[in-house]
């Protein structure tokens, strides 16, 4: 059965700086990865995902992932942070039966 | 506007007293799915279902029940709800399988607490 693993619980990062979050997935074949954000009292949306091809994907909101397939990795990227990003993030990987995710990274926005 | 849609938001009731949690979404999709989602513990998948009448435990199944008798709609069910059930639940849908490429929508969560 597949897995992600974010080893992050939480991560606190200054205004305007760069941002990084890890993930790790398993998976025996192709992953289907994604990243979704959750923002204080509401749903999950989505960021980004990759299927195949170019290994850096963009999303929405400026963030960006690469897959490593070497290192079992999809971490989350962007080059500056905006207050409005303190949120809740999680990396999904899609299984036979849906989707499995990570147990999220809680981000701080310190100004 | 496309989207999922869960009532009620918030509920709270007592040990063993039955409750359904609705789900609709309005996109013709396939595939609904419901989460749990409890702090360090991150969404758990509780029911999927491929299609209408078509369901299947996730990871979570213990003390919930589900039903997909039309497409758009998908309530979960908890016959007789404990203290253990008080979670934060999410239903999602998309258009294809599981597996597939196809983005998951979520709705805007329903937050569950049983005295």
């Known amino acids: 059965a597949q897995s992600v693993t974010q080893p992050d619980i939480h991560i606190t990062v200054s205004e305007g700086a760069s941002l990084e979050l890890r993930c790790n997935y398993s998976?025996?074949?192709?992953?289907?990865l994604f990243w979704y954000v959750q923002s204080p009292g509401q749903g999950l949306q989505l960021l980004l995902k990759?299927?195949?091809?170019?290994?850096l994907v963009q999303g929405i909101k400026g963030f960006e992932a690469e897959f490593k397939r070497s290192q079992s990795s999809f971490n989350l990227r962007k080059p500056s942070v905006h207050w409005s990003d303190a949120a809740e993030y999680f990396c999904?990987?899609?299984?036979?039966?849906?989707?499995?995710f990570g147990k999220g990274t809680h981000l701080i926005i310190q100004p | 506007e496309a989207q999922v849609t869960q009532n009620p938001r918030y509920l709270i009731t007592v040990t063993g007293k039955k409750l359904t949690v609705t789900c609709s979404q309005n996109?013709?999709?396939?595939?609904m799915s419901w989460y749990r989602q409890d702090p360090g513990l991150g969404l758990r998948q509780i029911y999927y279902?491929?299609?209408?009448?078509?369901?299947d435990k996730g990871d979570v199944p213990e003390g919930y029940k589900v039903s997909r008798k039309e497409k758009r709609n998908f309530p979960l069910i908890l016959e007789s709800p404990s203290p253990n059930q008080t979670s934060l639940y999410f239903c999602?849908?998309?258009?294809?399988?599981?597996?597939?490429?196809?983005?998951?929508?979520f709705g805007p969560g329903t937050r569950l607490t049983v005295l």
């Open positions: 279902s491929m299609n209408v009448e078509v369901t």
């Open positions: 996109m013709n999709h396939e595939y």
């Open positions: 990759y299927f195949s091809g170019d290994t």
């Open positions: 999602a849908s998309s258009l294809g399988r599981g597996t597939s490429t196809d983005t998951q929508y």
């Open positions: 999904a990987v899609a299984g036979a039966d849906g989707l499995t």
């Open positions: 998976y025996g074949a192709t992953p289907y």
